[in-house]
Each structure stands twice: as C-alpha cells, then as structure tokens.
C-alpha cells in the first residue's frame, strides 16, 4: 500500500455515540471520511449530526455530516467497505468482550479494531479471540476532537504493523499517534496524569493548598512549561543531575496511598462530582459552565495553534 493510499480518506465505524464517541466522529468526518454509528439509542442516533457540529466548528471543518450513517445493530453496518472501528461504549468489560467477539465475525480481514477503552488493557478486552493481531487500544482524550494525541495501544497479540498503520490513519486525520509497546494498565497519559493527581488531591486533604492554588501552581509553573516541551526534554534543558538529587529529597515523602484520599471519596458520597451534578470542589451553575467550557476549548485551539506552527502537528 502506498503513502498516498494509506493517507486517503476511509470508511470508519465507530461503537457508542456519547461524548467520546462525538468527538471522534467529528475528527473522522473533518478528514473526510465516511461513518458508520452503531448506538442502541434511537435519540443519540438522531441526535449525531447536530451534536458533530460544534465539533466540526472547532476543529475549523465544514459542517458536513452527509458522510455520516447510523445503526442499531452491528451487522446493519457495511462492513464490507469499513477500514477501522473504534469502540466507544461504557467501561463495562463484558460488554465490550461481547461486542469485540462479534466484531471479530462480521469485520472483513484488512479491518483494525479497536477500544478507546481508559483503563481496561487490550489484552483483557480481547482475550481468546482469533484475530487479536488487528485488534488494540486506541485511546483518545476528552475533548477527542480537539486534544492531539492518541495512544495506540499493543498486546503482546497486536500485530506491529498493524499498529503503525492505525498510527497512520491517526497521523493523516491531524492527531499525533503514540505507539505504547506494551499493554499496561493506565497506558501512558493516565499513569503519568494519575501520579499527579494522586499527589495533588493528598495536598489538598492534608491542608496544604487550596484547590484554586493548586491548579494554579500546575497551570502557571512546571505545566506551563509542558506546552512548550514535555518532562524529559524540559530536563535536558535544566540537567538531571539536579533533578536526581532532587528526586532524593523529595520522592520519599510523595503519597504512595493505594488508592483516593478521603476528602475525594466524601465529595462523591456526596454527589460532588463537577459539572454533571454542578458541584465539585467548586459550585457551578449553566451560565458558569458554559462559559467554562467555551474558555477552555478556546485555550485548547490556541494551544492547537502553537503546535501546528512548530510542525509537531
């Protein structure tokens, strides 16, 4: 298969048409592309293209979505045409090994399936089946249509080419694949964002800063730099001799809690779980989240931005 082909325009199917499920959608039909929806819900069947256009808006698309069908069933997909599926469906283990398994019957061979799947590994989600060489993670995050990078995710099943055509695809559609070689959980984003988070919501328990301190010490110190180089580069500009005698002093009295502090645990009991229920560690109200959100998809455009100019993207 040649450059050009492997970059053309395709036929994907995507599993589940919620948040997730949009974002991807969106990402697939600003490429171009044509695709298939398979949601049990008849009002989320209805409701995909008017729900795709702000996403098209954002990424700077034309508001098409004639490119755009939508099913109830699996086997209502066309399958014959379909070049990847991205399953986006609750994280319910059964219920994707369910619909992988049925997947694997109806997919024409050349076809890569995949789950956008946050925590469960490749390997559990697929287990048994007989063409475990297509199938892998790929994992997108929210906003999908908007954040860059997508992780796609290896058993030691998946089938190294395999992965690097989907990185391909994920290339040509504006996104900037990262191959994860082995599958573990939490993949990359979540395990080195979990580490922080860990340490951020233990601060907070033990009184040491507020919520609003603590976002700002991320947003305007280290995590500012972030946007213009990752971790290990940024240390290659400051020497990690510093930051291994640092990691002295300071890892040991890092939390190592097996799992969240209290004071999160008490917000869910509680139904303080952000905007859905409008409280979390801040009250909320529609006018304050909307515009939240319109501030926050405009921050992540701008940033957007700044990596095209680089050519990271």
Request: proline share 5%.
């Amino acid at each position: 298969m040649s450059q050009s082909e492997r970059h053309a325009p395709g036929h994907a199917l995507v599993v589940g048409g919620g948040t997730m499920g949009v974002g991807i959608i969106a990402m697939f039909l600003g490429g171009g592309w044509k695709v298939d929806v398979v949601s049990r819900s008849a009002s989320t069947r209805d409701g995909l293209p008017s729900a795709c256009a702000p996403a098209l808006a954002a990424l700077g698309k034309p508001i098409d979505t004639s490119g755009l069908r939508t099913y109830a069933t699996l086997p209502e997909a066309a399958w014959q045409s379909i070049d990847v599926v991205v399953e986006t469906v609750t994280e319910d283990l059964e219920l994707k090994r369910r619909l992988f398994a049925e997947m694997e019957t109806l997919a024409q061979s050349g076809c890569a399936i995949t789950s956008n799947s946050s925590s469960f590994p490749i390997s559990a989600i697929a287990k048994d089946l007989e063409t475990q060489g297509r199938m892998m993670g790929l994992h997108f995050f929210m906003p999908a249509h908007l954040i860059p990078l997508v992780e796609v995710v290896r058993s030691i099943h998946t089938d190294v080419k395999q992965a690097e055509r989907v990185g391909e695809i994920m290339r040509s559609l504006g996104k900037r694949p990262v191959q994860v070689k082995k599958d573990v959980i939490g993949f990359l984003g979540n395990r080195i964002q979990g580490a922080l988070m860990r340490e951020a919501l233990w601060l907070i328990e033990q009184g040491v800063a507020s919520p609003e301190d603590i976002d700002a010490t991320v947003r305007l110190s280290f995590g500012f730099r972030y946007a213009a180089a990752g971790p290990i580069v940024q240390k290659e500009h400051s020497g990690w001799d510093t930051t291994c005698a640092v990691a002295k002093i300071i890892w040991p009295d890092l939390t190592n809690a097996p799992g969240p502090p209290p004071i999160l645990q008490k917000n869910v009991d509680e139904g303080r779980i952000g905007f859905k229920t409008k409280r979390g560690f801040f009250e909320w109200d529609d006018q304050s989240i909307a515009k939240e959100r319109a501030r926050y998809e405009n921050a992540l455009r701008k940033c957007l931005e700044i990596f095209k100019e680089e050519g990271i993207l």
